[in-house]
């Protein structure tokens, strides 16, 4: 079945700090690859998607590639801010899994001024 | 973009009574809505996935005579919790999906206490 591992945090940076948070799934077909944000006591934002090889997804500075040679998304931002302390969830949908999603356990990043 | 509403953003019951929870999409039709349950620093728990006009696909260990779900139309989608306890408390969040696009939009939460 469709599984996505994420790295486990809190992940803790200074403001401008660069970030990388670990992506890598499995999944039967070619998934489409999210990555959501949670900000305290709010539901999800999709903050940006992939949905085949080598596409990059971006928004508000983050990125992400899909790598289908080694089946990850990682999210990257080259310098983060306060405002980006939240929980960020990778998660993925494929026909395989009949489009039903499947989200990693989400990695908290926590930035300090 | 897509947005989805929920209603309410937080509730208070008392245990043995019911709760509805309405989740709504107010600028495209969602033919799937997904219930989700969060628990304190924890990931997303799906509870079922329901289609407009079908009965709800309940996932393992989700009581569905406990959780009912009605996806009465294309923009409106409920989840009633009867018979409410205190280890029901918890964040539910519902998302909605239109046909073609496989990403999801989620509504902003409702936070539920039972005392």
């Known amino acids: 079945g469709n599984s996505v591992t994420q790295m486990e945090g809190p992940v803790t940076l200074s403001e401008e700090a660069f970030l990388t948070i670990n992506c890598t799934y499995t999944a039967t077909g070619y998934p489409s690859l999210f990555w959501y944000v949670q900000y305290p006591g709010e539901g999800l934002q999709l903050l940006l998607k992939a949905t085949k090889a080598d596409d990059k997804g971006s928004n508000k500075g983050f990125e992400a590639t899909y790598r289908k040679e080694t089946t990850s998304f990682h999210l990257e931002k080259g310098s983060v801010q306060v405002s980006d302390s939240a929980v960020y969830f990778c998660a993925l949908s494929s026909l395989g899994g009949s489009y039903i999603p499947t989200f990693g356990r989400g990695t908290s990043l926590i930035v300090h001024p | 973009g897509a947005v989805v509403s929920q209603h309410p953003s937080w509730v208070i019951c008392k245990s043995g009574t019911s709760v509805k929870i309405e989740c709504r999409s107010l600028?495209?039709?969602?033919?799937?809505m997904f219930w989700y349950r969060q628990f304190p620093k924890q990931s997303l728990m799906l509870m079922a996935t329901s289609n407009e006009g079908s009965k709800a696909t309940y996932e393992q260990g989700v009581e569905k005579d406990k959780f009912l779900i009605n996806h009465a139309s294309l923009t409106l989608s409920t989840l009633t919790v009867t018979s409410a306890h205190p280890e029901d408390s918890s964040f539910y969040i519902c998302?909605?999906?239109?046909?073609?696009?496989?990403?999801?939009?989620f509504g902003p939460g409702t936070r539920l206490t039972v005392t």
């Open positions: 600028d495209f039709q969602a033919t799937t």
């Open positions: 998302s909605a999906s239109d046909s073609g696009i496989h990403e999801q939009y």
